[in-house]
Structures are given as structure tokens and as C-alpha cells.
């Protein structure tokens, strides 16, 4: 499992923002304090987000998409989901699988019909390439708290606290279970809803990759992103119903500058306060 990218929308640093946190990253000799904009691959066959970054990650981390089935979207966000990467599975001279994009039902809609008044536009060139992206690629909605199997994966989408662009579309944090085991990638989201911890009390958890992206701001708990105090908050409770235990391995990801921690001082708070099973994911870290 490879993460791609772990900043959130603006990249870290940002490159039109000077501010301290900004300056210091760049001037970090810690290559782990530069991040693309987030997205994961769980193995050959599935990746979580598929952005404007994630192409060149995964050639700068020696991979490939060349077996891709699935892309699971937590939201109809520009650092979550960039549509025209459906343009390049076809050009692929050795392999074009059909693609499988799995994502809310409010974003499944709302991208369909986002596509369906592009095909409108007076614009031949941009329609001839719309239908050769929609040879390669089905959306296809998955319902929160309703369990699908996926090839050899049971994958459940909880409901994240955090607005997409579409109509009535939240963000899709996914519970994936295999016989080796069961994992939580959730990004974008708030403290976690009740609907969430309680759908969560019947499972646990061997990795759960959340986000953390604002850090030692304050914002409400219910801010469609996690501060380190919403964060704590959050995992004490997983804590507190047995969903973690103490050999879960937790990784925080979707930093943003704006969090004002490089990433040696974001991990060593957290294992402060969780211990070391608890670590800040950088670009590149494999695990």
C-alpha cells in the first residue's frame, strides 16, 4: 500500500503562499514535509482518489496503474477527482481495462450529469475525447453504511463530514475488509458522525488512515476537516469502543500548511498522546 500524496487541496507547501509554516517546509532538509495533493493506492487493482498529482507520483514512486479495476472517490473535490485523467487509460498501447469509479450516490449523479452537459458543448474536439474516456470507465454509486462486495473486498462507505461539489454530496470515507484484515481510509472529514462510531463499534480496526489536515488551527468539531484537537478527539473515542486497540496502526494524512506543523512536530504530538503505533504518512511511505 503506497501513498501517493498526503497534503490537502493547495499542495505543501502551498506555492503562492510565503507564510512561516510555508517557508519552513521548503527550506526543510525532511523531504517528507513537501506533499502532493492526497491520494492512496491500496495494491495494483484499487486506488482511493485519482488527482491532477496522482500520475506523476505514482512514476516518481516506481509504480504503475497498468492493472488499475477500481478508483474509490471520497468526493467530487479538484484534489480528489481530476476527470480528465479518464483520458489516459486509453492511450495506453499495452493495456486499457474497464474502470470502475465507485463513489456517493449524490456524486455519481452529479457527475454524470457534469459530463452529460459537456458532451453539449459546440466543441467538436472535446466531445470526440469525452466519448473515447467513456469507452474506458462505469460510475458507479455506493450507498453509506451499506456493505458491497468488490472482487475479493467487502467495502463500506461511511459518511464523512464534508461537502463535495455536487447537490446534497458528502464525502465517502471507506471501510475495506479482507480476510488479512480491515482498514479506514477517511478523508475529507470532520469528527467522525454518531451514525459513523456506532456503524464502527461492530469492527476493528488493523489500520485506519485519517485525516488531519488543519492541525493547530481551531475550528469546530464539526468542520468538514479535522484540527488536532478534533483528531484526538476522534480517536479516543475508536479508542474507548475497542474499535483501535493498541496494535492498530493509525496514519494521519491530508496536511495542510495552514495546520502550522512540519511533519516532525505533527507525529511527535501525536505519539505523545497515542504512542508509537501513530504516525504522520508522507508521500511515498509504503506500508
Avoid at 150 to 156: E, H
Amino acid at each position: 500500500m503506497l501513498f501517493l500524496g498526503t497534503a490537502a487541496a493547495e499542495s505543501f507547501p502551498n506555492p503562492f503562499c510565503c507564510c512561516e509554516t510555508c517557508e519552513r517546509a521548503r527550506q526543510s532538509q525532511d523531504k517528507r514535509n513537501i506533499r502532493h495533493r492526497s491520494s492512496f493506492q491500496l495494491d495494483a487493482e484499487n486506488l482511493i482518489d485519482c488527482n491532477a498529482d496522482t500520475m506523476y507520483a505514482v512514476s516518481q514512486f516506481g509504480g504503475s496503474l497498468e492493472k488499475l479495476k477500481n478508483i474509490f472517490i471520497t468526493h467530487m473535490h479538484e484534489d480528489h477527482f481530476d476527470y480528465w485523467n479518464m483520458a489516459f487509460p486509453n492511450m495506453s498501447i499495452t493495456h486499457c481495462a474497464p474502470l470502475r469509479i465507485f463513489a456517493s450516490p449524490e456524486a455519481a449523479a452529479g457527475l454524470r450529469e457534469t459530463c452529460s452537459l459537456l458532451r453539449k458543448a459546440p466543441f467538436s474536439q472535446m466531445q470526440e475525447q469525452f466519448l473515447q474516456m467513456e469507452q474506458v470507465y462505469e460510475i458507479c454509486p455506493l450507498p453509506f453504511y451499506q456493505t458491497a462486495q468488490i472482487d475479493d473486498m467487502l467495502v463500506t462507505p461511511m459518511k464523512g463530514r464534508h461537502s463535495g461539489f455536487f447537490n446534497g454530496e458528502s464525502s465517502a470515507n471507506y471501510v475495506l475488509e479482507r480476510p488479512s484484515g480491515t482498514l479506514l481510509y477517511a478523508s475529507d472529514t470532520g469528527r467522525f458522525y454518531e451514525d459513523t462510531f456506532a456503524w464502527l463499534r461492530q469492527k476493528r480496526l488493523d489500520i485506519l488512515i485519517v485525516e488531519g489536515s488543519f492541525g493547530l488551527r481551531k475550528e469546530p468539531p464539526e468542520c468538514g476537516h479535522m484540527t488536532l484537537q478534533s483528531l484526538s478527539e476522534t480517536l479516543e473515542q475508536l479508542f474507548e469502543q475497542n474499535t483501535l486497540d493498541a496494535s492498530s496502526r493509525i496514519y494521519v494524512t491530508h496536511i495542510a500548511h495552514s495546520g502550522r506543523l512540519l511533519h516532525e512536530e505533527y507525529e511527535s504530538l501525536l505519539q505523545q498522546r497515542f504512542g508509537p503505533n501513530i504516525f504522520v504518512a508522507y508521500d511515498g511511505l509504503v506500508i
